[in-house]
Nanobody
Framework: QVQLVESGGGLVQAGGSLRVSCAAS????????MGWFRQAPGKEREFVAT????????YYAGSVKGRFTISRDNAKNTVYLQMNSLKPEDTAVYYC?????????????????WGQGTQVTVSS
């Protein structure tokens, strides 16, 4: 198993930037596909970004492409989500997730482990 702990959420004004992190422990971090998802109040959890095991390949939801960047540091067992040009509609709880087999996926059900989430609030 792997344990995931997110950090770095907070309150930011529209147009601002924020970086959230997810620290992993328990197994070899580089074995996992990593993803970020988010869930706004009253809405379903939605895919944000995913990164492959080496960090050499990424994929984004259309709503964040060009504004958000996912990256990972396998030496630090950490995955990051850099969020720029934030909009009020980006307000949500952000979750990181790990998938221990297969390839990058946009489907939440394909991920095996989840963090507890970190709140990101963007004010207008």
């Amino acid at each position: 198993q792997v344990q995931l702990v997110e950090s770095g959420g907070g309150l930011v004004q529209a147009g601002g930037s924020l970086r959230v992190s997810c620290a992993a422990s328990g197994r070899v971090f580089s074995n996992y596909i990593m993803g970020w998802f988010r869930q706004a109040p009253g809405k379903e959890r939605e895919f944000v970004a995913t990164i492959n095991r080496s960090g050499g390949s990424t994929y984004y939801a259309g709503s964040v492409k060009g504004r958000f960047t996912i990256s990972r540091d396998n030496a630090k067992n950490t995955v990051y989500l850099q969020m720029n040009s934030l909009k009020p509609e980006d307000t949500a709880v952000y979750y990181c997730a790990a998938r221990d087999w297969g390839s990058m996926s946009t489907t939440a059900g394909h991920y095996d482990y989840w963090g507890q989430g970190t709140q990101v609030t963007v004010s207008s």
